[in-house]
């Protein structure tokens, strides 16, 4: 247990600070090499990985439509149950988010838009790891469903010769994916920036990845001309205020689900009571005992803090200074605390609100920022789908009342002929 308030300033920063991410010069040249060769060799550099990462004897790219198209046969009735059910809740809270073009005349003559446009290719990441994640690519295909985008390219790595998960498919069939890449890593960001023989080239990537795909994103923004990633990643984060009157065993439980992605994790809890506090150790205690990854959620743990805050108030403001990736209020009568919180990415309000839910089906989103990029990060969300511009439209007599703004501003900026573009139009028309 940290008690807040007996720490100094450097104490309190100290406990705050994330695992450290991996990112070495070592890291950035491994990951350089893979991009150089995708870029040269194109679909043989991508199945040469899959040999030596995967261990896959006879890898392939592309999977067939039939394939995509019999998904929904081979997996079991509840599941597909369970991935439509996600579908409809995840469609139905993006598609209010379908956004409505602007029109405004800001003075005679003179009318102002502001317009949409879906962004035309778009590639989805979804990791492979150690379990399938259908859930990631709903949220993620979602979003590239109802934009329309024209063009949307699934990549996800298959481990030996198993063959990709049908879950996989189903949810990608869903979302009207039909271009699904088996590949994984910085390799399938690669290549879908890049373009390759059986790879369409996207315009801008999502999804979340290990320290390889993370520095491939890195890397491919920064250097190739028009390619966007959607936002910087780290490990995944936790942070739970609860009062006293909280049940532990629901503070354990949420602890130990975002515990367990991986040992880089870190989950905090906030409290104003000290019993509660030491009953939610002894719950992680005996939570762990029944958990198939305990092994990850107990390294995890050790990045973790249990924090005797002195009020709910400090609590948030603590919160507000960490900018956690999910925001869990456990409090009795959470409504009136909800204008303090600042700097989350996803909030989860009340005794009944598992972070699980908005991974899996409520319909938010799960993509989230990480690592305190919830302070100038969003959420995953239908407008990253989409890229804005302005349109205007401007009529001879709304030029010459403009022209009393436009003629000052260019000429004290000293830009002459910015000026004549308006002049040349104003002495044709006099």
């Known amino acids: 247990m940290f008690i ?6 450097a104490q309190q920063k100290a406990t705050l600070e994330r695992p450290a991410v991996t990112i070495s010069d070592e890291l950035e040249k491994v990951v350089a090499k893979i991009i150089a060769e995708v870029e040269l060799n194109g679909d043989e550099a991508l199945l040469e990985y899959a040999r030596k990462f995967d261990k896959r004897a006879q890898p392939r790219l592309l999977v067939s439509a039939e394939e995509i198209q019999a998904s929904e046969g081979v997996i079991s ?17 993006h598609a209010l988010q379908v956004p409505v073009e602007k029109r405004l005349e800001t003075q005679p003559g003179v009318m102002c838009e502001l317009k949409y446009q879906a962004i035309e290719a778009v590639g989805l990441y979804v990791p492979g790891g150690s379990a399938p994640l259908p859930s990631s690519v709903l949220m993620q295909g979602v979003c590239a469903q109802l934009a329309g985008a024209q063009t949307i390219v699934l990549c996800t790595p298959v481990n030996g010769e198993q063959g990709i998960d049908p ?9 009207g994916i039909t271009t699904i890449v088996e590949s994984g890593g910085a390799g399938a960001i690669a290549a879908m920036a890049l373009g390759t023989q059986s790879v369409p080239k996207v315009d801008k990537v999502f999804g979340p990845g290990n320290a390889f795909v993370t520095m491939a994103k890195q890397l491919l923004s920064q250097s190739l001309p028009g390619f966007a990633i959607d936002m910087p990643a780290g490990p995944s984060e936790v942070l739970v205020i609860a009062d006293e009157r909280t049940n532990p065993a629901y503070v354990a439980a949420d602890l130990l689900s975002q515990a367990e992605h991986g040992p880089d994790s870190q989950v905090l809890l906030l409290s104003n009571s000290k ?8 719950e992680l205690d005996r939570q762990l005992l029944h958990l198939s990854r305990a092994d990850i959620a107990k390294q995890a743990l050790e990045n973790s803090t249990l924090i005797l805050v002195e009020d709910i108030e400090q609590a948030f403001a603590v919160s507000a200074e960490y900018g956690p990736e999910h925001l869990i209020l456990q409090l009795g009568e959470p409504e009136p605390y909800l204008p303090l919180v600042k700097n989350a990415g996803s909030v989860f309000v009340g005794d009944y609100t598992p972070e ?13 920022p990480t ?9 995953l969300n239908l407008l990253d789908f989409y890229r804005t511009y302005t349109q205007q439209t401007i009529s001879k007599g709304g030029l010459q009342l403009l022209s009393k703004a436009i003629l000052p501003l260019a000429e004290a900026e000293g830009l ?15």
Do not use: M, P
């Not at 807040?4 to 300033?9: G, I, P, S």
């Open 416 to 430: 002459d002929a910015h000026a004549n573009a308006v002049k040349i139009r104003l002495e044709n028309n006099a």
């Open 167 to 175: 879950a996989i498919l189903y949810a990608a069939k869903k979302c």
């Open 356 to 368: 699980s839910a908005g991974d899996y089906a409520s319909g938010t989103n799960h993509v989230l």
């Open 4 to 9: 807040w308030n007996e720490a100094d300033r």
């Open 77 to 93: 009735a509840e599941l597909k149950q369970a991935i439509d059910q996600a579908y409809s809740n995840i469609r139905a809270f």
């Open 275 to 282: 019993q509660l506090i030491k009953e939610v150790q002894g």
């Open 371 to 379: 690592y305190g990029y919830s302070r100038c990060y969003s959420s």
